[in-house]
């Protein structure tokens, strides 16, 4: 009896694999619901574009293991497929924009993500403090309607005798 590996090189999960490539494929799927028509009108079979748009977004993970799949990078690989219509020409087309300007978006975690959104309230307050006041009131608004929710759910579920 073989016993399945709990990690792969370089201590990646085997679930984490089967999830982003789960989400790919499902992520893939739901983008080619409307295909368009080609220039003539004839429609794109949606098999035939699902294939095509998940070998693009396969294509760029393949070249590039230092990248990960989010969702929405099929999103820009669909696009770059339908303007295009030329598979090989969308997958160069997405390699240069996955690498030049959405790597951070595609980095293992959000944590590079996050960092950069944290610049934004900085520069949003020296840039216009009317604007970064409303902001502030805005998600101090939202921490008390969170909470406010967290403690109806607590109640409920004292009073449920849960």
Known sequence: MHDRPRTLPGGVSPYLVWAEANARLTNVTAACLHVPNTDD???????????????????????????????????????????LEDRALAAALAEQVATRWLRLAMAPTLQPVLAHLGIIWTLVAREDAMLYEFLGRYARLRQCLRAEGQLRRSYATACSGA
């Open 41 to 83: 009108g004839t429609p794109i079979p949606q098999r035939l574009r699902i294939a095509e748009l998940g070998l693009v977004v396969h294509t760029v993970l393949a070249r590039h293991p230092e990248l990960h799949y989010y969702q929405g990078f099929h999103d820009v690989c669909a696009v770059l497929l339908n303007v």
